[in-house]
């Protein structure tokens, strides 16, 4: 069983730069997808980034491309998340997951998720 947690939110104001780190524990650690969701209150789940943990592909949520990095740090158990140029609307909680099979953006596909921390985003 994998375990995640995430790290790195706080409390910024808009146009502020913030990382996100994602580090995975367990027995074994070979996903074959990661990716960062967000969740604001009354609104569902999205996933803002999601990558191929062997090819290292990439893809984005739109109103984040260009703003926002995903990443595998140099420990093979370490996922990051650069978010540059934050607005308020990226207020959310931040969660890290893992797949087994495949990688992309559909949440339902992935196995393990971390407790989420909170980005706050003022204007």
């Known amino acids: 069983q994998v375990q995640l947690e995430e790290s790195g939110g706080a409390v910024v104001q808009a146009g502020d730069s913030l990382r996100l780190s994602c580090t995975a524990s367990g027995r074994t650690f070979s996903p074959s997808g990661m990716g960062w969701f967000r969740q604001a209150p009354g609104k569902e789940r999205e996933c803002v980034a999601a990558i191929n943990w062997s090819f290292g592909s990439t893809q984005y949520l739109d109103s984040v491309k260009g703003r926002f990095t995903i990443s595998k740090g140099n420990a093979k158990n370490t996922l990051y998340l650069q978010m540059n140029s934050l607005k308020p609307e990226d207020t959310a909680v931040y969660y890290c997951?893992?797949?087994?099979?495949?990688?992309?953006?559909?949440?339902?596909?992935?196995?393990?998720w971390g407790q989420g921390t909170q980005v706050t985003v003022s204007s």
């Open positions: 997951a893992a797949r087994k099979t495949g990688w992309g953006r559909i949440a339902t596909n992935y196995d393990s």
